[in-house]
């Protein structure tokens, strides 16, 4: 909970960068992405692709009804639009076994806070897992977090290590909600 009122200004802050207006072109770029015809893709490691893979996977109940995307931008650092990079074909092919079916990030755009699936202006939710840190070959420092409006999110900070050739948790980080 201490973590909650820590975050809380800086939550309050980024909503009031994204409910400023609506474009709906994606134009934020990372130095862990590049552009492929104007559009920005994440480029994943094994190791970091497996790490994401355990996180969906141990998340994966959520409604049927949502529609959810994926994407390793972390919110801090989403444009007024999205400005999400979006995960190689190849990742989304590896979850496709996944109860939560995962849209492309660049399938949604921001909107006044809102995530919106693009063509349909449906209300939908994006994931992100961000690949802090890694600390050692079997240690790695993750946010998860998952947003649909203003009010409707959330994410945490986890750390997880690879034991025995399986992923769990080591340690619950900063966490909040709104």
């Known amino acids: 909970m201490r973590y909650g009122l820590f975050l809380a200004p800086v939550v309050c802050s980024l909503l009031a960068g994204l409910t400023a207006g609506c474009r709906r072109d994606a134009s934020s770029q990372s130095s862990t ?4 015809r104007n559009v920005a ?9 497996e790490v994401i893979c355990f ?12 529609i ?25 092919e590896s979850i496709v076994g996944l109860q939560t079916k995962y849209r492309p990030a660049t ?14 202006d449906a209300k939908a939710w994006m994931r992100w897992v961000t690949i802090k840190e890694w ?10 977090g998952v947003w649909c409006c203003p009010l409707g999110g959330g994410a945490s900070t986890v750390t ?18 709104s």
């Open 68 to 92: 959810y995307f994926v994407t390793v931008t972390p919110i801090a650092e989403w444009s007024i639009d999205g400005g999400w990079s979006r995960l190689p074909e190849s990742f989304h």
């Open 160 to 177: 997880y290590e690879k034991v025995d050739g399986r992923w769990r948790i080591k340690e619950l980080g900063p966490s909040w909600r």
């Open 135 to 144: 600390t050692s070959p079997t240690e790695v420092v993750v946010e998860d």
């Open 41 to 49: 893709v994440a480029h994943l490691s094994d190791r970091d692709a």
């Open 107 to 120: 399938k949604a755009y921001l909107c006044k806070g809102r995530v919106l699936e693009h063509g349909t």
């Open 55 to 66: 996180v969906l996977h141990s998340h994966d109940s959520h409604p049927g009804d949502r």
């Open 33 to 36: 992405v590049t552009r492929e």
